[in-house]
């Protein structure tokens, strides 16, 4: 337990000087770098301003329910009702009401990604979490004050030994926080182990997630599925059947970055 619970007055003062001496001494011997470079920055788990410059925001015309960048040509002159939609979603539209990610996937943002889920780095997930929480505010069509709780992509239990933690966990546990919105760490769960999605297909993707998940979230609610990735929207897809087959009103997914298609 953290020492300055017990620490009143005078004493919480010399336990946080102690503390920031403490952590001035430790930046010292081990500056802080950059994310993805060498370069020295002000704190731990952030880039330099020349990799800022790097990133790739997702653009002010996307589809709404996949987030998938579209042409500005794709935009309705006047206000319409219905959803900006790619071909995609209108064709085959998704079982999720729509999509927010701040990022667009690149090898800056990746490097950071991969950071979180495989460098044992989680306070990476409040870096993340931060900037999500500020695009939902602004663009999200389904506000965080509609949505019931926030549920995360499972790990299965094996993969989550490995890992120590589940990423998108960490991202779902420090947006909650910021957005104040219920966290259900049980709301989805994994039944099965199931193979890594890399150089997979779309439809082989899909195959390899049938049946892998179990929603214990009550019925008729709103939830965000929280995950780091957007890719082929395979197991978002999936996780959302999930949801909605168990009852769950309405999904929309809330994620740090989109591959854009």
Avoid at 156 to 177: C, D, F, P, T, V
Wanted: charge should be positive; aromatic fraction near 6%; include cysteine.
């Amino acid at each position: 337990m953290d020492a300055a619970v017990y620490a009143d007055g005078p004493l919480r003062g010399l336990w946080s000087a102690g503390r920031s001496l403490l952590k001035a001494s430790f930046d010292e011997l081990l500056p802080p770098t950059c994310l993805t470079c060498d370069q020295r920055t002000t704190q731990a788990g952030c880039f330099c301003s020349q990799c800022w410059k790097e990133i790739d925001f997702t653009p002010a015309c996307v589809c709404q329910q996949c987030s998938c960048p579209m042409p500005a040509s794709s935009v309705p002159k006047s206000p319409t009702p219905y959803p900006i939609q790619c071909l995609q979603c209108l064709l085959k539209p998704p079982p999720f009401a729509e999509t927010v990610a701040p990022f667009l996937y690149n090898q800056r943002i990746a490097k950071a990604i991969l950071a979180l889920k495989y460098g044992d780095q989680p306070p990476l997930a409040t870096q993340f979490a931060e900037h999500m929480a500020r695009r939902i505010t602004a663009t999200a069509a389904v506000p965080p004050s509609e949505i019931d709780a926030l549920v995360a992509v499972p790990l299965h239990w094996r993969r989550l030994l490995g890992r120590k933690y589940n990423q998108s966990a960490e991202i779902a546990r420090s947006l909650a926080a910021r957005l104040d919105i219920p966290f259900a760490p049980k709301g989805l769960t994994r039944t099965r182990a199931t193979q890594v999605h890399r150089r997979m297909s779309a439809t082989r993707r899909y195959q390899n997630l049938r049946g892998a998940f179990h929603c214990a979230v009550p019925p008729g609610k709103t939830v965000a599925l929280i995950d780091d990735v957007m890719t082929s929207g395979a197991t978002l897809q999936t996780c959302a059947r999930a949801l909605r087959k168990a009852g769950v009103q309405r999904v929309v997914v809330w994620v740090v970055a989109r591959v854009g298609i």
